[in-house]
């Protein structure tokens, strides 16, 4: 059984930054894998970015060199470093780790970017 907590959403202005934080427990062996999504009103959920410990993290097309996804692996703990954020950027985001077949999905944390 695997639970996943996020935190660090919040209101931002354009422009601005936020880190989001997922931290994981119960029976975790890596963070390999582990990502973030987002889903916005009226929209279907997108996966925004996937964590590799060996350096090969994937990003959406729409976050690349704006969004870092990291991971702390004494902490259980997968970040997303979110800068230059735009209104588009708004969305509930989820953390997402899939194990032994079964889907794992966080509680969500809203975003709001907005002046």
């Known amino acids: 059984q695997v639970q996943l907590v996020e935190s660090g959403g919040g209101l931002v202005q354009p422009g601005g930054s936020l880190r989001l934080s997922c931290a994981a427990s119960?029976?975790?062996?890596?963070?390999?894998?582990m990502s973030w999504y987002r889903q916005a009103p009226g929209r279907e959920r997108e996966r925004v970015a996937e964590?590799?410990?060996?350096?090969?993290?994937m990003y959406a097309d729409s976050v690349k060199g704006r969004f870092t996804i990291s991971g702390d692996n004494t902490k259980s703990t997968v970040y997303l470093q979110m800068n230059s954020l735009k209104s588009e950027d708004t969305a509930v985001y989820y953390c997402?780790?899939?194990?032994?077949?079964?889907?794992?999905w966080g509680q969500g944390t809203q975003v709001t970017v907005s002046s």
């Open positions: 964590f590799s410990n060996g350096g090969y993290s």
């Open positions: 997402y780790y899939r194990m032994w077949m079964r889907d794992y």
């Open positions: 119960g029976s975790i062996f890596s963070l390999d894998g």
